[in-house]
């Protein structure tokens, strides 16, 4: 895996990716948890991490802002 750098220019792609997993990070933190929304939203961000090297670089990111933890297992 290579380090992800939130300032370095990005594709359109990724800024769609990024902006995807915010809105997911953003609605999990409002959800309440353990709701079926929760767990809809956690198994999104699950797949994310495990399906993309750049989803799961970015994901790593908000983890070690503890803004959010994702499962590791399916």
Known sequence: ???YDP???KSAEEIELED???D???RLNHAREGSAEYKFIERQLTG???GSE???LIIE???MRAELAVPRRR
């Open 1 to 3: 895996m290579t380090d």
């Open 24 to 26: 997911l990070v953003y």
């Open 61 to 63: 990111e908000y983890e």
């Open 48 to 50: 994310v991490f495990h």
């Open 54 to 56: 750049l989803g799961g």
């Open 7 to 9: 300032d370095a220019p």
């Open 20 to 22: 995807t997993i915010a």
